[in-house]
């Protein structure tokens, strides 16, 4: 029961950090994922260069999940290099 504690309490920490980035709208969630709507920035551009990154988060080409990114709740280390590698993808959006 612990473990399922401590990923809700990953997913709610992912999600307010993932939220206070000014271009993504994160969905709300009881699963062990979030759904991120990515704003000015080209989903599966951004699903590609995470993944040279090292970090994996699914892209779905289906109509309505273009601009999405569906990213398992893990460890809060990768959380955490997850919000800082899309800070640095969302700062590009203007150059």
């Known amino acids: 029961?612990?473990?399922?504690?401590a990923i809700v309490r990953e997913r709610e920490?992912?999600?307010k950090?993932?939220?206070?980035?000014?271009f993504v709208e994160v969905y709300p969630s009881q699963a062990n994922f979030l759904l991120a709507r990515l704003?000015?920035?080209d989903a599966p551009d951004v699903h590609e260069r995470?993944?040279?990154?090292?970090?994996?988060?699914?892209?779905?080409?289906?109509?309505?999940?273009?601009?999405?990114?569906?990213?398992s709740v893990g460890l809060p280390e990768h959380t955490?290099?997850?919000?800082?590698a899309l800070r640095e993808l969302?700062?590009?959006?203007?150059?």
């Open 1 to 5: 029961m612990e473990g399922v504690r």
């Open 13 to 15: 920490r992912m999600s």
């Open 17 to 22: 950090m993932l939220g206070a980035l000014e």
């Open 39 to 41: 704003d000015g920035l």
């Open 50 to 71: 995470l993944a040279r990154r090292g970090i994996f988060v699914r892209y779905f080409d289906a109509p309505r999940l273009r601009d999405c990114l569906r990213i």
């Open 80 to 84: 955490d290099r997850l919000v800082e």
């Open 90 to 95: 969302g700062g590009e959006r203007g150059r």
